[in-house]
């Protein structure tokens, strides 16, 4: 495969031939099987049709499916071609595979369905026949064409569906955002729910369901990838440590290239994703690889989102974090 020419500071993912040759011997295939344990499949990328595999997943084993399907576009998926579809084709789409999906599901799991404006009625409709809605997010996209006969598109929905609205796991703690304050208030002289720093005046904030301070994956991010719809891993970041427990297992069934499950390796959580597309899962098995040296992840430092556009505030607290953990490193070594 012809690699492609690029700029010295692009740092898009790169597969040479002596690694897809290794890299391709940790994918797997559930072809000779019928069905398969939880422990045959965990921290693995299945490379294969959902369709013939779904039903050998066990199920009830998944604290939290992150499902990114093939919106209703025609869209080229390196050699896989979807062709956009009407309205109740696609939702006849969907409806055959999702309610396998959510068999794979724990009873107390939750599910985080994405997907943009044209199809976001029929996921709604799908998530409803098999789930409780809980939320429909909305999250801004800061790329996108202009369009000069409408409205540019700059979001995605993503909607947020449970087994059992009164027995899921949920850590809003986790997921808190940092926040610049721009109009500082102070009572009896001293911050009011804010903190001075030496990286500027934040707040640590609660999250809603509508979030601008994700950054679309591009040629100067570790993280980006030729796949034709990636989705950031601070997005995937936020579903994972608001919905798994450490240690929990999330699923992806439309894994592409590997954003879900490297973003629970970097998180601590297990994981396993399908994905039809060989090249594709070769290049989550490097993603996997580089988590090893790098579990960075852009936009989280220090256990808290920030808004998007602070990256020397991020840079300061993320070497002030960096000599923290060493210095504590030395103290267990020598102390």
């Given amino acids: 495969m012809s690699e492609k020419i690029r700029a010295e500071r692009n740092q898009t993912l790169i597969v040479n031939e002596v690694e897809r040759e290794v890299l391709t011997k940790k994918l797997i295939t559930l072809s000779n099987y019928s069905s398969v344990s939880k422990k045959d499949i ?167 369901n509508l979030w601008d301070d994700i950054s679309i994956p591009f040629w100067s991010m570790p993280e980006n990838t030729d796949h034709p719809t990636q989705k950031p891993e601070k997005l995937i970041a936020k579903f994972i440590l608001a919905s798994c427990p450490k240690d929990g297992l999330v699923f992806d069934p439309f894994l592409g290239s590997g954003t879900t499950s490297v973003v629970a390796k970097k998180l601590g959580r297990h994981y396993f994703g399908i994905e039809m597309n060989e090249e594709y899962g070769i290049w989550a098995e490097k993603r996997l690889l580089n988590a090893d040296k790098d579990n960075s992840i852009q936009g989280y430092v220090e256990g808290v989102f920030w808004e998007r556009n602070t990256p020397s505030q991020q840079k300061k607290a993320k070497k002030k974090s960096d000599n923290k953990r060493n210095t504590q490193q030395v103290v267990t070594l020598f102390g």
């Avoid at 979001?155 to 304050?181: A, C, H, L, Q, T």
């Fill in 42 to 208: 965990l921290d693995k990328t299945i490379v294969g049709n959902l369709f013939d595999i779904i039903d050998k997943i066990p199920n009830n084993i998944a604290d939290l499916i992150i499902i990114d399907p093939p919106y209703n576009l025609s869209k080229n998926y390196n050699g896989y071609k979807f062709k956009s579809l009407s309205h109740v084709d696609y939702l006849e789409y969907l409806r055959s595979w999702f309610p396998q999906v959510v068999s794979i599901l724990k009873p107390n799991g939750s599910l985080y369905l994405c997907g943009d404006w044209k199809c976001t009625s029929a996921l709604q409709q799908v998530m409803a026949e098999n789930l409780t809605v809980m939320n429909r997010i909305t999250w801004q996209r800061e790329k996108g064409r202009g369009a000069k006969n409408n409205w540019k598109n700059g979001m995605e929905d993503v909607w947020f569906g449970v087994r059992n609205p009164k027995d899921y796991y949920f850590d809003v703690d986790s997921v808190k955002i940092k926040r610049k304050v721009r109009a500082p208030y102070k009572f009896d002289g001293k911050p009011k729910d804010w903190k001075e720093t030496d990286e500027g005046n934040f707040r640590i904030t609660y999250p809603s």
